[in-house]
């Protein structure tokens, strides 16, 4: 037997009797996470462990699907959650936990007409989960047991650990209030399910806003939920939706979607923060919903001549003995690309970083380059072999063709002597090429030519 509260009433049911026995053949169940509860802070009585606390989320869950959904104890559907924070034009994944696998099942009403046949979680039933239960540590399955496109799980393995072991760790420093001040913060939920058809699968991931209680002489960095649950919209789309303060979207935000043919769905988002002097930081974040090839390459073009600085990179980090290595990708420019890569390939290291489902990565960079006129495409390269070896999304703010320097006075693309020396002769020489300021030929075209000259333009 097990009790189980949710929302002020108690659940004493034979397991058995509980979990779904049957599997669908016709494929059309749809589970949503339609609501983000609540939320608990682990430890729960205590201060934080080597500079970390751990959450959990509460979940409505429905199936909006025309057919009955399996309901396995210890297997699917399983819940991914995630930790996000959008500070400073920037959002970022800042924690992540385990997959919460189900247990038992109460068909409620709440999704529209909840049927009363069938079995697991019936059509138009819901089923709610507070943050506690969803907490449970030994409920928690490692990612790598989950291909979430063909929704095939493995058995939770055993193993035990302190008030943070598989749950959504975050660091104290990820929460300050001071170097993170006005930070907007976010939880996720992204289902995996068995007998879900890939249309169905697409609206598997919710978030919510969340306030962390990060101020004060003795913060408790307690989450807790506030404003409305976006179901069926992955966190990465708060990046828009709340870019400029809650509710308040963020229209210089793009974000696209973009699919692997046969395999699973991407969402790409980019910005242009415009720093003055000359100067635009170009920020990238892409979210893998439900891709088992993994990402294992991001790249934008951007034209060879410019010049970059502040190259970034940040990925959420592994725990509590998944088997995914943590070391960060390497990006720098190549040439007319920037580029961020895995330190290794699959062939080498099936467990390398790759980004899989359920995750999202950042990368930014500070260039000379003001964004193109029209929005451009990047591309992301697969981890896994296969066909294609890489995605392109389109319709995101990239580089542009930079503004022609002035004092290049032979077009050759580099700033050198050579254009001194020409200048001065077609001065000379009375050439209309030398009217360097428009005002007509005179010494005045000199003095603006050597400034421009000596100050690199």
């Known amino acids: 037997m097990r009790t189980r509260?949710?929302?002020?009433?108690?659940f004493v049911s034979a397991l058995g009797a509980l979990c779904g026995l049957a599997t669908?053949?016709?494929?059309?169940?749809?589970?949503?996470?339609?609501e983000i509860q609540d939320a608990l802070r682990y430890p729960t009585n205590s201060g934080p462990i080597n500079g970390r606390y751990a959450y959990a989320w509460g979940s409505y869950t429905c199936n909006i699907g025309s057919s009955s959904l399996s309901w396995i104890s210890g297997g699917t559907p399983a819940l991914a959650m995630n930790a996000y924070r959008l500070h400073n034009g920037r959002i970022m994944q800042i924690g992540l936990g385990f997959a919460k696998h189900s247990c038992c099942v109460v068909n409620g009403s709440g999704c529209g007409t909840c049927s009363t046949s069938g079995f697991g979680l019936r059509p138009g039933c819901r089923d709610i989960y507070n943050a506690s239960f969803n907490g449970g540590q030994?409920?928690?399955?490692?990612?790598?047991?989950?291909?979430?496109?063909?929704?095939?799980?493995?058995?939770i393995p055993a193993g035990t650990g302190d008030a943070l072991f598989r749950r959504v760790q975050v660091t104290l420093a990820d929460m300050d209030a001071t170097a993170f001040a006005g930070a907007r913060y976010f939880a996720e939920g992204v289902y995996v399910?068995?007998?879900e058809l890939p249309a169905q699968q697409l609206n598997n991931a919710t978030y919510r806003p969340m306030n962390v209680a990060n101020t004060g002489t003795t913060p408790t960095y307690v989450w807790s939920v506030t404003g409305s649950t976006a179901s069926g919209s992955p966190a990465i789309r708060a990046w828009r939706d709340h870019g400029l303060g809650l509710n308040v979207p963020d229209p210089s935000v793009q974000?696209?979607?973009?699919?692997?043919p046969g395999e699973g769905r991407y969402y790409v988002g980019?910005?242009?923060?415009?720093?003055g002097g000359g100067s635009y930081r170009y920020e990238y974040a892409v979210f893998n919903l439900n891709s088992d090839r993994a990402g294992s390459s991001f790249s934008v073009?951007?034209?060879s001549t410019a010049t970059v600085s502040n190259i970034g990179f940040h990925a959420p980090d592994y725990h509590s003995g998944e088997v995914y290595s943590n070391a960060d990708w390497a990006g720098a420019k190549n040439g007319s690309s920037m580029i961020w890569s895995s330190t290794e390939k699959f062939e080498n290291n099936p467990n390398a970083n790759a980004l899989r489902w359920g995750t999202m990565y950042n990368f930014w960079f500070t260039t000379d380059v003001a964004p193109a006129a029209a929005l451009g495409d990047v591309t992301v390269g697969l981890f896994k072999p296969g066909l294609p070896s890489s995605i392109v999304a389109s319709g995101l703010p990239v580089p542009g063709t930079p503004a022609p320097c002035a004092a290049d006075f032979d077009g050759s693309g580099a700033l050198d002597f050579n254009d001194l020396f020409d200048f001065l002769n077609a001065w000379f020489a009375n050439l209309p090429s030398a009217d360097f300021n428009g005002g007509g030929l005179d010494i005045q075209d000199i003095f603006d030519y050597l400034n421009a000259w000596f100050a690199g333009c």
């Not at 989950?146 to 799980?153: D, E, G, K, Q, V």
């Not at 974000?255 to 692997?260: F, L, M, P, R």
Request: net charge negative; aromatic share 6%; glycine share 10%.
């Open 255 to 260: 974000i696209v979607t973009v699919d692997v």
């Open 138 to 155: 030994t409920r928690l399955g490692p990612r790598s047991g989950i291909n979430p496109y063909t929704s095939s799980f493995s058995s």
């Open 24 to 34: 669908l053949a016709s494929g059309q169940a749809d589970v949503t996470h339609q």
């Open 5 to 10: 509260t949710n929302r002020g009433f108690v």
């Open 270 to 275: 980019g910005k242009v923060v415009d720093l």
């Open 193 to 195: 399910c068995d007998e």
């Open 301 to 303: 073009a951007i034209p």
